[in-house]
């Protein structure tokens, strides 16, 4: 077991291609490099998403909350250095559980273990809570790949 690590925001945007307002992980402790991490994704009301989902109602999207989740699981793939220079991209999500709604303000708390990693695909398994209550629980595979470069 190693020490725990943490990867803060600038981390994150050094390993993640994604920005504003796709970058969805604010804070990243590594518990178990390349096995177990938390994410943390703190939820305000000034989010894009809640200007439609829903005007005097928002409620974080559950599609949102996997993909921060996924950014999360990708964060500790990519602090190996053997993966340095690539891109961590969805394949697959499997037996996806939305336990609770998300709201503004609360503070998002994923747990994501890889479950199997091999050449240039990785499984992992998450779960995610606010305030201890489960809010999500997901299973997911993501490939390794050459970053893109646009034209």
Do not use: Y
Not at 36 to 64: A, Q, R, S, W, Y
Not at 86 to 110: A, C, E, T, Y
Request: hydrophobic share 45%; glycine share 10%.
């Amino acid at each position: 077991m190693t020490d725990k690590v943490i990867v803060d925001i600038k981390g994150i945007m050094d390993l993640l291609p994604h920005r504003f307002p796709f970058l969805l992980v604010d804070r990243v402790e590594i518990i178990e490099e390349g096995k177990k991490v938390i994410g943390l994704k703190n939820v305000t009301i000034n989010e894009d998403c809640f200007n439609g989902h829903f005007p005097g109602n928002p409620v974080f999207p559950g599609v949102l909350q996997v993909e921060a989740m996924a950014q999360t699981g990708g964060v500790m793939m990519l602090r190996n250095p053997a993966l340095q220079g690539k891109n961590v991209l969805f394949v697959s999500m499997n037996n996806v559980k939305f336990r609770r709604i998300v709201l503004p303000g609360d503070q998002l708390v994923m747990e994501v273990e890889t479950t199997r990693f091999g050449g240039r695909i990785a499984a992992m398994k998450g779960k995610a809570t606010v305030n201890g209550e489960p809010t999500l629980e997901a299973e997911f595979v993501c490939a390794i790949t050459d970053k893109v470069r646009s034209q």
